[in-house]
């Protein structure tokens, strides 16, 4: 089968242009780029070799420093005119993340939004964040304390192939607004996308050597990259994570982590159902199930249990599947094989063990090779493969509970701890519980959209989900370095000469007696 718009949207001068825009240093192996909606090849990149992560750190690291002197003003409006870009050049991105992630178009409208969003809140409030601020000093009226916030050099970015345009490019962002240099290794499967955004932020201003890519095997580049950079950003697998994570504690290279999930749902009795069946059909099959954050565990008050899954599986065996560069399909495709495999091993456990499948479970190659009917499960064991591990496709549990206690025990029951969502027709009660809930992060009567694009909030993980957080203060200060700088007025604090030590120790004392107290009264 072939994709009739595949070489028209994605020309090969454009796919030779956009390869060779990855840092090499000789010529090296291709490695194909196939599109999931056909399995057609689309394209190749260089496998690159240790040699180039060496180069295009030793480009950026040299880049730096003039880009580090600009007034972070400057810097800001490069965001802003990236963002500008990013807008006016949406057909022909979400023509490219669609191609090679083989997702649905409104999921990739979402993941271009997304870079906008963050690009707009950085350029606003990233310059604040980062600012030089005075600390109270040790001790008042003679030490002034002033934190600065220095960038950390070069960022290195290992990034996955689900959402391939705003994971390679929003966590960048805060990088070099702080006046980092960044080096960035795409998925293997996607890293087209990342290419072409490289291409709009040179584009909007960003020196040519300041971000690099490099293309190819995790396995080959990781240790690499990472024995390098100042400061590593990886989202994938927790499986990689600890391997990453591991090198990076080798190197003792500063790490933010985000990982997988096993995202769960809470409905209670009191919910609005037609909200909260939207919602999770949603939440569940946005992306293929591909996304970090989407749910694969629902729990539900027993007493609207029965009712719930009525709705929720008639719902969902409407959704639309297609391999369609338009808006129509609801639901796209899984990125390939293995991701097929492993959806189908997952279900085939789920079966054995007595779950029943109350739709879907089965592939779907009348639409593409690597399509997949969203699946909905009942009676899942809480042994079996789907109840514990991350499946990352269109499947997912929904399991009565007695009441918002249980439930909690349940939804809490996991090594993850990503995301999760409350649904209730009471919003205090549900942020009440949302606080019991071990996630990063929790939606109260929404899948997870309104959450994610909160920018100046932290998002991330907590237990095998993570470690660090994207968005906000933290998103930002985790690619600099504090230094504070004391300066200290009249005598510096040192020993007196002929002052007995014993009497410095007793003045010692009472200053720092007298100083408690002052500060117990507050602020003068
Ligand atoms: P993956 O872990 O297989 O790969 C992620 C990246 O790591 C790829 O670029 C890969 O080439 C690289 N890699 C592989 N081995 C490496 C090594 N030894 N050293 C360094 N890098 C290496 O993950 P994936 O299959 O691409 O992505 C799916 C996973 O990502 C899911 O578990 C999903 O939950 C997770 N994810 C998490 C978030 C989040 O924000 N928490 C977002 C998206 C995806």
Not at 19 to 37: M, Q
Not at 359 to 364: A, D, I, K, N, Y
Not at 468 to 480: P, Q
């Amino acid at each position: 089968m072939s994709t009739p718009t595949a070489s028209e949207r994605l020309p090969g001068a454009t796919r030779e242009r956009l390869a060779a825009g990855v840092t090499c240093v000789d010529e090296r192996e291709p490695l194909a780029v196939r599109s999931p909606f056909t399995d057609e090849r689309l394209g190749s990149v260089p496998s690159c070799q240790p040699p180039d992560v060496a180069a295009a750190v030793e480009r950026a690291r040299a880049a730096r420093a003039a880009w580090t002197d600009r007034p972070i003003a400057e810097r800001a409006e490069i965001l802003r005119e990236f963002a500008d870009l990013v807008l006016s050049h949406r057909a022909e991105l979400l023509d490219v993340v669609q191609l090679e992630a083989g997702k649905a178009r409104a999921d990739a409208h979402v993941e271009l939004l997304d870079v906008v969003l963050n690009a707009d809140y950085y350029a606003r409030e990233g310059p604040g964040h980062v600012a030089s601020e005075r600390r109270d000093g040790g001790f008042p009226g003679l030490t002034r304390a002033v934190e600065h916030r220095h960038p950390v050099g070069v960022v290195g970015l290992v990034e996955p192939w689900n959402y391939p345009l705003t994971l390679a490019i929003s966590d960048m962002l805060p990088a070099l607004l702080a006046g980092n240099a960044a080096v960035l290794k795409p998925a293997e499967a996607t890293p087209f996308s990342a290419l072409r955004a490289v291409e709009l932020l040179h584009e909007a201003g960003v020196p040519e050597d300041l971000v690099q890519v490099v293309t190819g095997r995790g396995a080959t580049l990781g240790e690499p990259l990472i024995s390098s950079v100042d400061f590593l950003t990886f989202t994938g697998s927790t499986a990689t994570g600890r391997t990453v994570a591991a090198l990076a504690g080798e190197h003792l290279v500063d790490v933010s982590m985000e990982l997988g999930g096993k995202n769960a749902a809470v409905v209670l009795a009191d919910a609005d159902l037609d909200a909260a069946v939207r919602g999770l059909v949603h939440g569940s099959f946005a992306n293929a199930g591909q996304l970090c954050i989407s749910f694969e565990r629902i729990y539900v008050d027993e007493a609207v249990y029965d009712e719930f899954v009525d709705r929720f599986v008639d719902a969902t065996a409407k959704l639309d599947l297609g391999a369609s560069l338009s808006y129509g399909p609801d639901v796209g495709s899984l990125v390939g094989r293995h991701q097929l495999e492993t959806v189908e091993d997952h279900v085939a456990d789920a079966r054995e063990r007595g779950a029943t499948v109350e739709v879907g479970g089965e592939r779907r190659e009348d639409v593409g090779p690597f399509f997949y009917a969203p699946t909905v499960l009942t009676g899942l064991p809480d042994d079996a493969t789907a109840a514990c591990e991350e499946t990352f496709g269109p499947v997912v549990s929904v399991s009565p509970v007695a009441d918002a206690d249980a439930a909690v025990e349940r939804a809490n029951d996991t090594d993850y701890g990503l995301h999760a969502s409350v649904w209730t027709g009471d919003t205090e009660r549900g942020e009440r519980l949302a606080r019991r809930l071990d996630a990063g992060s929790v939606s109260v009567n929404d899948a997870y959209l309104g959450m994610w694009a909160s920018t100046d909030a932290p998002m991330g993980g907590v237990d095998d989900s993570g470690i660090g957080r994207r968005h906000s203060a933290e998103g930002i200060l985790k690619y600099t370095e504090a230094q504070t700088v004391a300066t200290q007025r009249g005598h510096p604090l040192v020993p007196v000469p002929g002052v007995p030590n014993r009497l410095l120790a007793r003045g010692a004392t009472l200053g720092v007696r007298a100083l408690r107290r002052l500060r117990r009264l507050g602020p003068f």
